[in-house]
């Protein structure tokens, strides 16, 4: 049974950085194609996509956020960790890591979500 | 990026009513594409991959069709527990993108 539960702060003041962590169990290291993908929803406002670590360490970010943004794995923790630098009042949100399945590319597995708010 | 475009925005239906929620592409994305339910306070929910796939243990009376630029996802006989908000998300190519949500109430 795959688990997944992210954690980090929940208020970081603009201009710092934010780092969450995305706790993880119960993956396949050697499934081609699985991964984990991070997306994030502001308060009242719909799902984005902001990431994804392969597990052979190939990474994709969203054209919008990828000068801020990176994704790294620590497989020894079971962890994939996310850093989002100078943060704004905009980044207030909902934080989701999900498992992306193997295969059909799904995200079949989520995390409960973490609430991150940017303010001063 | 590819734009995905749902439809409606809202919908009020009742239980037992057949419904249908429509995601359009910008571009083709052959059938790189999955359903989600989400409920207040909760992580989203996977309902359908691959276009027209049936998550294991997602009740039978959701489905999904289409390929190219156009899908739907369509739930026969609404029941109490599908009053929810409805994603769908491309993962044709990157960066994936999410339409914007199809928010149904009860009537």
């Known amino acids: 049974q795959i688990t997944l539960k992210e954690s980090g702060p929940t208020l970081v003041k603009p201009t710092e950085t934010l780092m969450l962590t995305c706790t993880f169990s119960g993956v396949s290291f050697s499934a081609t194609g699985a991964g984990v993908g991070w997306i994030r929803q502001p308060p009242g406002k719909a799902l984005e996509w902001l990431a994804l670590l392969y597990w052979n360490d190939d990474k994709r970010y969203s054209s919008s956020l990828k000068d801020r943004l990176t994704v790294t794995k620590d497989s020894s923790k079971n962890q994939v960790v996310l850093t989002l630098t100078n943060v704004d009042p905009l980044d207030t949100g909902t934080y989701y890591c999900?498992?992306?399945?193997?295969?059909?590319?799904?995200?079949?597995?989520w995390g409960q979500g973490a609430m991150v708010t940017v303010s001063s | 990026a590819i734009q995905m475009t749902q439809s409606p925005s809202s919908l009020s239906a009742s239980v037992g009513d057949r419904i249908t929620i429509t995601c359009r592409a910008s571009?083709?994305?052959?059938?790189?594409l999955g359903w989600y339910q989400q409920k207040p306070g909760i992580a989203p929910k996977l309902l359908i991959y691959?276009?027209?796939s049936l998550e294991s243990g997602v009740p039978s009376r959701f489905s999904g069709s289409g390929s190219g630029t156009n899908f739907t996802l369509t739930i026969s006989s609404l029941q109490p527990e599908d009053f929810a908000t409805y994603y769908c998300l491309q993962d044709y190519n990157y960066p994936f993108t999410f339409g914007q949500g199809t928010r149904l109430e009860i009537k």
């Open positions: 999900a498992h992306r399945r193997s295969g059909d590319g799904a995200f079949n597995v």
């Open positions: 571009q083709g994305i052959r059938s790189d």
């Open positions: 691959a276009a027209s």
